[in-house]
């Protein structure tokens, strides 16, 4: 089992529309998750991150951290094709030494 | 303020040459963490360092060498180059280590290209 799991997608949206992004995690001691974009051919950027349980707002993101069931999930309103991206999920994991540990990505599409 | 700093930014080897990536971390930040960004593969960790030491490592073979440098600037080094390590080898820094406090935030470099043929 890979210690941050994402699906690949692409997930497609229309314009306007909520986009909700999810990533799982095997270590239970986790402490910490990041939400990262990389555009292509650019690198990653941070969005935001927790470490509590429960919502997290930021303007059009909202993180949400469920810790009993291991998942992160990332969601984005009013979706604009310039969100088209890969979203990176990232776990602080004691497990491998609090390195933080990358998620291989899900591609989002807005569409137009 | 400076970002994260990375040369060169495009590379060309064959394979068996070796090759020496650097990173400049953002002013202030201590900790340089290496990771591998290829398509199959995603962002693979490769080790990290803060105050010359190597706090982590990833499950690379020992062709993968890095280091760390009083002003906390940090080379890679890859020897014996294969085909397979053709890649994005991206750079990171932080304040602290990884496992320092929950509110160590990774910025990246915009990545060395590896193309070894």
């Known amino acids: 089992q890979k210690e941050v799991e994402q699906n690949s997608g692409p997930l497609s949206v229309p314009e306007g529309a909520i986009a909700s992004l999810n990533c799982t995690y095997s270590?239970?001691?986790?402490?910490?998750f990041f939400w990262y974009r990389q555009y292509s051919g650019k690198s990653p950027e941070l969005i935001m991150f927790i470490y509590s349980n429960g919502d997290k707002e930021d303007g059009r993101f909202t993180a949400q951290l469920n810790k009993a069931s291991q998942y992160v999930s990332l969601l984005i309103r009013d979706s604009q094709p310039s969100d088209s991206a890969t979203y990176l999920c990232a776990v602080n994991s004691r497990d491998s030494s609090y390195k933080l540990i990358f998620g291989s990505g899900t591609r989002l599409l807005v569409r137009p | 303020k400076a970002g994260v700093t990375q040369t060169p930014r495009y590379l060309i080897k064959t394979r068996g040459q070796q090759v020496t990536l650097s990173c400049s971390p953002i002013s202030g930040h201590r900790s340089v963490s290496w990771y591998q960004q290829t398509p199959g593969q995603g962002l693979q960790f490769l080790f990290e360092y803060f105050s010359e030491t190597q706090r982590n490592k990833g499950n690379f073979p020992g062709r993968f060498s890095g280091r760390q440098f009083s002003n906390s600037r940090s080379e890679m080094n890859v020897s014996t180059l294969e085909l397979g390590d053709s890649a994005l080898y991206l750079c990171?820094?932080?304040?602290?280590?990884?496992?320092?406090?929950?509110?160590?935030?990774?910025?990246f470099g915009a990545g060395s290209r590896l193309t070894v043929l």
């Open positions: 990171a820094s932080s304040l602290e280590p990884s496992g320092s406090s929950g509110a160590n935030v990774l910025t």
């Open positions: 270590d239970r001691g986790s402490q910490s």
